[in-house]
């Protein structure tokens, strides 16, 4: 069972634009990752928010968390061909911390 | 940098074959997983290791896949009979611990026929 759920399933954009990815999840969590995918590839970490944090940044990336809403967001400020990829969202829940990931969004930057 | 091994890279078998999937995890975690991912969805875990002794296994197909981490190390991911079903990426991560970052190897592709 996929407790994340990422929209939109894919996002096309120019280079240099900003790309925003969001997360929604339905139980409380223990903290939420994100992990980018190349084609064919393995996942990459690229950022964990705790459950006590509403914001964190990395690099060209920003990652909010909303447990209110619980939802969060990814985004990829002036993004670059590189950064095509699937961008997962990862929450960890329960007293095991088990980590259960969401289906994806595919994310293509246009030249 | 230090990266987690996976061999095969892509294995193609016919249904009713046996095929074994090996992971070499980064040097010194002690947690390992393996994960099935089918083309367009997100990974979703099969097996977790802490050392050589299973912590979940409870989404594992048990009467046709095992797995096993006998010193702790690296570990198998066996699956007999396969079955077409079974076509999908094969991905093996570790980390420290259970609650740390997993480290994600390249992945091994399986297309049963």
């Known amino acids: 069972s996929q407790q994340g759920e990422e929209d939109p399933q894919a996002l096309s954009i120019q280079e240099g634009e900003n790309a925003t990815m969001n997360c929604s999840y339905k139980t409380s969590i223990n903290n939420l990752q994100w992990y980018r995918q190349n084609s064919g590839r393995g996942l990459v970490h690229l950022i964990l928010?705790?459950?006590?944090?509403r914001e964190k940044h990395s690099g060209r990336l920003r990652v909010t968390l909303d447990t209110s809403k619980k939802s969060s967001s990814l985004l990829i400020t002036a993004s670059r061909a590189a950064d095509t990829a699937s961008y997962f969202c990862?929450?960890?829940?329960?007293?095991?911390?088990?980590?259960?990931f969401g289906k994806g969004t595919r994310l293509h930057i246009l030249p | 940098e230090a990266e987690v091994a996976q061999s095969p890279r892509y294995k193609i078998t016919e249904k009713s074959q046996a095929v074994a999937f090996w992971c070499d995890p980064i040097?010194?975690?002690?947690?390992l997983y393996w994960y099935r991912q089918i083309l367009g969805q997100g990974p979703e875990l099969l097996v977790q290791?802490?050392?050589?002794?299973?912590?979940?296994d409870s989404q594992l197909p048990k009467d046709r896949f095992s797995a096993e981490r006998l010193k702790g190390v690296d570990s198998t991911l066996k699956i007999q009979p396969a079955e077409l079903g079974d076509s999908a990426m094969y991905l093996c991560a570790s980390s420290l611990g259970q609650k740390e970052t997993q480290y994600f190897g390249p992945g091994t592709r399986l297309l049963v026929l």
């Open positions: 928010i705790r459950s006590n944090e």
């Open positions: 990862a929450t960890d829940v329960g007293r095991d911390d088990k980590i259960i």
């Open positions: 040097s010194g975690h002690a947690t």
């Open positions: 290791f802490q050392d050589e002794s299973v912590v979940d």
